[in-house]
């Protein structure tokens, strides 16, 4: 604007341009002059305002996308996008550390070509994503080519004027997540002394039991006077008592049958068998006992009750029937098993 103002100047000292044209003295020229100068300036001040507003625009931009490559270089997701062919047209994030595989290799290669290398779950996603775009498809999944590995991949499909013309898909490591989920619901199942399922555990567990015909039974089991041991000789010595009983159970019960603590002195417990077997293992628990109070400072007994278990009950009747006769054991002068009505 500088420039404008010296060149009307020079041109209205020196009569040139259309200064020159202009009749009618020096005050009529003066006049010509700043009105001149007021349109010169007018017409450039539009013109560098919109120069100036295109290289701030252009240098945003920059500034925006240098922003953008330094989030993708320290992200720790890997970023990929496919068009509706299932090509990959742009690769960036933690590519080589979630899918072993460079940003670069991945540009312009097929996603079926890259579920041979990382697994078919990410291909399944993208295709789900494009049949269904109003839907966020989300799964975990282990890649085949980096071991001990636990990835959840989230594919959500790209519109344009209303038209699926892609996938964006976003990979991130959960490993230590799903570790820490899988170990907080193992404790919300386990009892934390004796380190066997709890009841919840044992309802979550008992679902997985196919019960098709065979023979099983309920057995519930608890420690004869075990409020006298605790005031007796102490919590702790209680606790061992607990802790003992229990893993007696699990090892006269080997892999056939579901153990559990329900809490206090009381133990649930599917067998595999019928209410023969059930009593023969009771017998053969009995005689761990017996073994298990020469070894403590305090001699401890059980009592227990059985109720047989078929497809077609429920297993919340057969529990109940089994708290029944264990009741009944207690009644009767307690350190015995109860199998009948």
């Known amino acids: 604007m500088v420039i404008v103002g ?121 295709r789900a994503a494009l049949a269904d775009p109003a839907e966020t498809q989300i799964a975990d999944f282990a890649p085949t080519n980096l071991e001990g590995r636990t990835l959840e991949a989230t594919v959500k499909a790209v519109m344009s004027d209303e038209k699926v013309v892609g996938t964006v898909a976003t990979v991130r490591d959960v490993t230590a997540q799903r570790a820490r989920e899988r170990e907080i619901a193992r404790l919300a199942m386990t009892d934390p002394l004796t380190k066997i399922p709890n009841r919840a555990g044992f309802d979550a567990a008992i679902e997985r039991v196919p019960i098709k015909g065979e023979a099983a039974c309920i057995a519930l089991i608890d420690i004869d006077n075990f409020k006298g041991i605790n005031d007796r000789f102490g919590h702790k010595a209680g606790d061992r008592a607990l802790v003992e009983l229990a893993a007696a159970i699990v090892r006269l019960s080997g892999s056939d049958h579901l153990v559990a603590r329900l809490g206090g002195d009381e133990f649930l417990i599917l067998l595999a068998g019928d209410i023969t077997a059930a009593q023969r293992f009771f017998g053969g628990l009995q005689s761990e006992i017996a ?51």
């Open 291 to 341: 073994i298990l109070s020469a070894s403590l400072e305090f001699d401890i007994t059980i009592s227990g009750g059985i109720a047989e278990l078929h497809a077609l009950a429920e297993i919340d009747s057969v529990f109940e029937e089994a708290d029944r006769r264990l009741y009944r054991s207690k009644r009767d002068g307690r350190n015995r098993v109860t199998a009948t009505a």
């Open 6 to 126: 010296i060149s009307g100047a020079l041109a209205a000292v020196y009569h040139l341009g259309p200064v020159a044209l202009v009749q009618g003295g020096p005050v009529f020229e003066a006049i010509f002059f700043q009105s001149y100068l007021a349109i010169l300036l007018g017409t450039a001040l539009p013109v560098t305002a919109l120069v100036a507003s295109r290289a701030e625009a252009l240098a945003e931009a920059a500034r925006r996308e240098e922003m953008l490559r330094m989030i993708l270089d320290h992200s720790p997701d890997a970023i990929l996008s496919f068009d509706d062919g299932g090509s990959c047209r742009w690769a960036d994030g933690a590519t080589d550390e979630l899918l072993g595989l460079s940003a670069g290799s991945c540009r312009g290669a097929l996603i079926d070509e890259l579920a041979l290398k990382i697994g078919p779950v990410l291909a399944k996603l993208c």
